[in-house]
């Protein structure tokens, strides 16, 4: 009896040491509202919203402890419209990321999966379009440079360094996984950040080859509906910096997108085709700022202009576009908050042979005109 309770004890301590070793956790963000905007394909439309501010989601992400500082990582991340409750990517459970890693404290960590790239990774937190206060309504026009998160590259691996006193950098390598077409819709992108005190810079590049072709197995595909724009070739590339004083923060970032042979584009959920030929490239110009006023209460704002030249087969054109964004926002605790927030667009000269220029919010079906108004108020809870 006693040497029963003896082995008794002693693989209940062996299985409570595993269990400590070992962790998954259940995280997420739900975001909902109503949307007022005054011109959508020339009509006014009061909307219930979901994710105007942030993304709605949830996911699973595990740890396994392997000794020697050694952990075996994942994480399967979903997104999902709050209204209806459908995927945000058709057929895809884990539309956002789904990977499998280990990870080293002192070198850095290793995964293969469905990733974010290094612009989202490094440069879109300090921006009012990326994952800090802006987001989605803020986003740059067509989410052109990915700092909004549109798309996550798949049959990707991935580095990522250990913060080395502030500093920490990455890469990331999608594969097209298409026998004899290396290069048909692979993607690739580096990146790197500091932080030292109040201040904080980061730099990134990605490049997407052939993200409109047939191979939708590919890295990153609009045949699924996972790429606002789908270009022979696209290059992003920017530098952002941001300083922390008291309770005031400012930043500035700046983005460059070349889409050459653009082929089509997805605009707040409206399908533009017929675009081959068409080469455009687009620098993003943005400054925001956060104030706290006490630890419940914050308002924020970015402006943002975008400069864009046309041109190719189908006419050239010099497109730009003004946004402005403010918003505020209340905690009711650590985990649940409430938002209200003002967009409004600009847009100015032509699109080649598609004619005048029109202004489309991010997310946002686009106006007839060159002016665009959003107002969202939304309540959001983070677990």
């Known amino acids: 009896m006693k040497k029963t309770l003896i082995v008794a004890g002693i693989l209940g301590a062996f299985a409570a040491s595993a269990e400590a070793q070992s962790s998954v956790t259940l995280y997420g963000t739900l975001d909902a509202g109503l949307v007022y905007t005054n011109n959508q394909?020339?009509?006014?439309?009061?909307?219930?919203g979901s994710g105007a501010v942030s993304n709605t989601y949830f996911g699973l992400r595990g740890s396994e402890d392997l000794g020697g500082g050694l952990h075996a990582i994942f994480t399967l991340e979903s997104g999902f419209n709050l209204n209806n409750g459908s995927f945000s990517e058709n057929n895809t459970m884990f539309n956002r990321q789904a990977y499998v890693g280990l990870k080293s404290d002192q070198y850095g960590q290793l995964t293969l999966g469905r990733q974010y790239d290094s612009v989202?990774?490094?440069l879109a937190p300090l921006s009012a379009a990326g994952s800090g206060y802006g987001n989605n309504l803020a986003g740059h026009p067509f989410d052109n440079d990915n700092l909004d998160n549109s798309f996550s590259v798949k049959n990707a691996v991935k580095y990522t360094s250990a913060n080395y006193a502030g500093l920490q950098f990455g890469g990331l390598y999608g594969f097209s996984n298409a026998a004899g077409q290396f290069s048909n819709n692979r993607a690739w992108s580096a990146g790197a950040s500091y932080a030292n005190g109040p201040l904080s810079v980061a730099a990134a590049y990605l490049q997407l080859n052939n993200a409109g072709s047939n191979n939708t197995g590919g890295a990153v595909s609009s045949g699924d509906g996972s790429a606002n724009l789908a270009?022979?070739?696209q290059r992003t590339y920017g530098v952002g910096a941001n300083y922390t004083y008291g309770p005031a923060t400012v930043?500035?970032?700046w983005t460059h997108t070349q889409l050459d042979?653009?082929?089509s584009?997805?605009?707040?959920g409206?399908?533009?085709g017929g675009l081959s030929g068409t080469n455009l490239h687009m620098d993003n110009y943005e400054v925001n700022g956060k104030y706290s006023f006490t630890p419940a209460l914050s308002l924020a704002a970015a402006y943002t202009f975008t400069n864009g030249k046309v041109s190719g087969s189908n006419g050239s054109g010099d497109p730009k576009w003004h946004t402005v964004s403010l918003q505020g926002d209340y905690s009711l605790s650590k985990r649940t908050d409430v938002y209200l927030e003002g967009v409004y667009q600009h847009a100015s000269g032509e699109l080649g042979n598609f004619g005048a220029n029109v202004a489309a919010i991010n997310t946002l079906t686009p106006s007839s005109t060159a002016n665009q108004t959003a107002v969202a108020i939304g309540l959001r809870h983070r677990f």
Request: glycine letters at 12%; aromatic letters at 12%; charged letters at 5%.
């Open 265 to 268: 584009a997805n605009v707040g």
């Open 251 to 253: 930043g500035l970032v």
């Open 231 to 233: 270009a022979e070739l």
């Open 261 to 263: 042979n653009l082929q």
């Open 270 to 272: 409206t399908f533009i």
């Open 120 to 122: 989202v990774d490094y």
């Open 41 to 48: 394909a020339g009509h006014s439309n009061w909307q219930q």
